[in-house]
């Protein structure tokens, strides 16, 4: 089974950027479809982005679209959440996910990494 690390959160000011790195272990990734999420407390965890196995279709929520931007590396076996236009209300635990084509929901998450958007 997969292993997910997130890396990349911190604390930046309205209107910056940051990359989210979720490294994979223990399988390939290309097999899973991955997704980030974010959770703030007292709120049910929220679909950002998506990218399906072995294919390039992507996935971004209304939220974040044209801000963010889900990609992956198969050689690396990572994959990544570029952030742009960053705002407070971005401020959240970001996790990635992952799941297998015959997996309805994602099976697999990292620890979380925080995001501080500061205004």
């Known amino acids: 089974q997969v292993q997910l690390v997130e890396s990349g959160g911190g604390v930046v000011q309205a209107g910056g950027s940051l990359r989210l790195s979720c490294a994979a272990s223990g399988s390939i990734l290309n097999m899973y479809t991955v997704a980030w999420f974010r959770q703030t407390p007292g709120k049910e965890r929220e679909l950002l982005a998506a990218?399906?196995?072995?294919?390039?279709?992507?996935y971004h929520s209304d939220a974040v679209k044209g801000r963010f931007t889900i990609s992956r590396d198969n050689i690396k076996n990572t994959v990544y959440l570029q952030m742009n236009s960053l705002k407070p209300e971005d401020t959240a635990v970001y996790f990635c996910a992952a799941k297998t084509r015959y997996e309805d929901s994602y099976k697999y998450w990292g620890q979380g990494t925080q995001v501080t958007v500061s205004s």
């Open positions: 990218a399906a196995y072995a294919a390039t279709a992507r």
